[in-house]
């Protein structure tokens, strides 16, 4: 936020001539000092500023009192009177220190206990005969009513606020040593210091049109609402200013892409793909064929398509990108498809290359696994325009690598085609037409944020014919039975994944596990069948060349860690059976799952797993319940939150501090339209209304590799 120093709303109230800055230490903020300084550093609180954004967890409705007679054991209350008697004593067993507190009401006596704490003694003598609050859980004891560890507060002589009763009670996040009342006080203090200078950083058109409360209000009704409704403003208010300066720098980003060098203007015919079509045996899902005509749309126009193509596993993303690929050609250029691994640049090779085949198209791969002389004649045949279609993994745009005519970029697999990645292929005087295509279910809520400078199609259709892959979940105890069962598919001529538990701690033990169960599943379960070891580590050869045993049939049980999560495709094989289930997360078992099911076979899907917490539990009900991606996506963001989305925080969004993407999508499609018809009517936001915007996304997302502002 910028906070100029001239507008100062307040001002003229305060007797010091200099206005309160908020980009201040909170060491100054009243009530903090050094000490506090440190444990707000902690919570990444540096400047009073920090302060006001800190927001509350939750809050505690304490706005009705009780009285102590009609308190029953287990009701969270809150109720006011008069301290009477404050003693220290030792318990008799354990003689730990236990200070207890009389507080009188008129109706009753309660008891307020406190381990540990002799310094309260004091503080409690201190006021004998004065009103306190006291909020708690009250229990029966041995005198009758008492509360463990309350959240106390002295009610003051002068009538000033009480903050941590008789009103909606913001409850902070806290680091060890601070405490809830105290954290009250001083963003209390902070509040009615520096609210005055802040500046609303929001259009004043927009905040109008939309009805938003300005930001001084917001504020103050976040930390301390007077209503739900209040509060309720305020949020939206907050959440609309956090998602809309997300948009505007998305927007701006895009603004820059697309403008900075023209695209190609593809001549979109039907006779691009015609002969395509024509070899086709089977009929293009409407998914498919929609977002192939977005495509081409995109292909025709003048500037740099940036699309990502989001379809689950199986939803043929790679027709679609062959239709693309082939807009290109016909028009002379040529395409170059990135895959993230070796395995899978080979494995889409071996795909494209049947299809040109049929169509007279010539493919290169480029791998680094490939032989000097290899490589260099991949090189060559791309270099002189002889292959239409190079395929690699992102050496093929990142080194030496010339193409006569590169028209066309396709991204499989990945998360996010990365600036740098743009930049190099800009440095080559490039600036194709680029497709991302992803199997990642995002939701669309989050693709509109992870995503928001990128157009967004959707293949949300399978192709005909295909049987739902059946998921079970099997207790450990059962792990006898899953073998069995798995041996009598194998027998039947079907081959089997075994995805072995997941070891986070680091790449070594996660190898010595796979290495563990194949040995195992070896010599005591599988002893006469062909079994094989797939990990992270292995050479890109062996690798390969285990892969293609396991395609060709060679190998019946493939025992692998999850590098075989993207993309490999082998028809026959269908059992995916994930031991220590519960250890993956969601996107990664749907992932995993969905290397079967790709061929004419019933196929399973076995959850080994005994999960003991509830996340856990509900994560693996959701893989029975459904094979659907994207309602695996949204069940992910709602069971992790929005922070631990997969994907996302390797996209690099900055946190979100109170929007929720699941529960505000209409906030975040209201703010995304404000800001992208901002950027149209001031793309460089150069209007002096609009200076300070540009400002607050420097500020705001310095660092992040989602925004940059030139
Ligand atoms: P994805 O990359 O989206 O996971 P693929 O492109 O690998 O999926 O397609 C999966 C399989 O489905 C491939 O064997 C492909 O040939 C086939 N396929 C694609 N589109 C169709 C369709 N419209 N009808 C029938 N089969 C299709
Ligand atoms: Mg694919």
């Known amino acids: 936020m910028q906070e100029s120093q001239s507008r100062t709303a307040g001002s003229e109230l305060r007797k010091s001539a200099r206005p309160p800055d908020p980009g201040m230490s909170v060491q100054f903020v009243k009530g903090v000092g050094e000490r506090l300084c440190k444990l707000f550093g902690k919570l990444g609180i540096f400047t009073a500023q920090d302060l006001l954004w800190h927001f509350p967890r939750r809050y505690e409705d304490r706005r009705s009192m009780r009285r102590i007679a009609q308190l029953h054991a287990g009701e969270t209350a809150c109720f006011r009177g008069k301290v009477r008697v404050a003693d220290n004593m030792r318990t008799p067993r354990s003689g730990t220190l236990l200070t207890r507190v009389a507080v009188d009401d008129g109706s009753g006596i309660a008891y307020l206990v406190w381990f540990n704490q002799w310094y309260l003694k004091n503080k409690f003598a201190k006021l004998l005969g004065k009103d306190i609050v006291v909020y708690g859980t009250a229990q029966f004891g041995s005198r009758g009513i008492e509360f463990t560890n309350p959240e106390w507060e002295e009610i003051s002589d002068d009538g000033g606020d009480t903050l941590s009763s008789n009103r909606i009670v913001p409850v902070y996040p806290l680091t060890e040593g601070l405490f809830q009342g105290r954290v009250r006080r001083i963003i209390y203090n902070a509040l009615d210091t520096y609210l005055p200078v802040v500046e609303d950083p929001l259009p004043e058109e927009i905040r109008k049109r939309r009805g938003l409360v ?8 976040i930390h301390f609402p007077p209503s739900e409704e209040a509060r309720e403003e305020a949020r939206l208010r907050l959440v609309y ?17 697309t403008t900075a060098l023209p695209g190609i203007a593809f001549d979109v015919t039907p006779e ?19 977002v192939i005509r977005e495509i081409e749309r995109d292909m025709a126009r003048p500037i740099a398509m940036n699309r990502l193509v989001q379809g689950d596993v199986g939803s043929g993303k790679t027709l679609v990108a062959l239709a693309s690929m082939m807009v290109a050609i016909h028009n002379g250029y040529q395409a170059a498809l990135m895959a993230p691994t070796e395995i899978l640049a080979e494995q889409h090779y071996l795909v494209l290359t049947r299809w040109a085949e049929q169509l007279g ?17 991949a090189r060559e045949r791309i270099a002189s325009g002889q292959a239409h279609i190079a395929i690699g993994t992102h050496a093929l745009i990142q ?6 005519k590169l028209g066309l970029v396709v991204v499989d697999e990945q998360h996010r085609f990365g600036v740098l990645q743009r930049a190099a292929l800009r440095d080559k005087g490039l600036n194709p037409d680029v497709l991302v295509m992803t199997a990642t279910p995002i939701p669309r809520t989050l693709a509109l944020t992870v995503y928001g400078d990128l157009d967004l199609s959707v293949i949300d259709e399978m192709p ?42 680091s790449e070594k033990l996660q190898v010595k596990a796979a290495t563990e169960l194949a040995e195992h599943l070896q010599r005591d379960v599988f002893p006469d069948i062909a079994l094989g070891l797939l990990h992270g580590q292995m050479k890109p050869a062996e690798k390969d060349d285990i892969m293609r045993r396991f395609r060709d049939g060679e190998i019946q049980v493939l025992v692998s860690t999850t590098v075989i999560e993207v993309g490999v495709d082998v028809p026959n094989a269908c059992v995916m059976l994930i031991e220590d289930a519960e250890r993956f997360g969601l996107a990664q078992l749907h992932q995993l799952r969905g290397r079967v099911g790709r061929g004419e076979h019933q196929s399973f899907c076995v959850l080994i797993s005994d999960p003991n917490t509830d996340d ?18 949204e069940e992910d963001l709602r069971i992790r939150g929005p922070g631990e989305f997969y994907g996302t925080r390797q996209s690099g969004v900055p946190s979100l501090r109170i929007a929720n993407i699941l529960r505000d999508v209409d906030i975040l499609e209201m703010s995304r339209e404000d800001a992208f018809e901002l950027i149209k009517a001031d793309p460089k ?12 996304i420097k500020k705001r997302f310095e660092g992040s590799d989602l925004v940059t502002v030139s």
């Open 214 to 221: 300005d930001l001084a209000t917001a504020l103050r009704n």
């Open 241 to 257: 200013e956090e998602f809309f300066f997300l948009q505007l720098a998305l927007a701006l980003r895009r603004q820059n892409v």
């Open 616 to 633: 856990a539990r509900q994560r693996m009900d959701v893989m029975v319940r459904t094979c659907d991606g994207f309602e695996i996506a």
């Open 272 to 290: 691009c793909s015609k002969r395509l079509y024509e070899i086709l045996p089977f009929e293009l899902t409407n998914a498919q064929k929609r």
């Open 464 to 505: 005909p014919g295909r049987k739902p892959i059946k998921t079970h979940l099997k207790a450990t105890s059962e792990r006898p039975r899953v073998y069995d069962a798995a041996r009598k598919l194998i027998n039947e001529g079907r081959q089997v994944y075994i995805v072995c538990p997941l070891v986070e701690e």
């Open 361 to 377: 198209l010539e493919t290169a791969l480029l791998t680094g696994s490939l032989t000097a002389k290899e490589k260099r004649a």
């Open 685 to 696: 936001l150069s209007a002096s209304v609009h200076r300070d915007l540009r400002d607050i």
């Open 399 to 404: 080194e030496d690598v010339e193409f006569a």
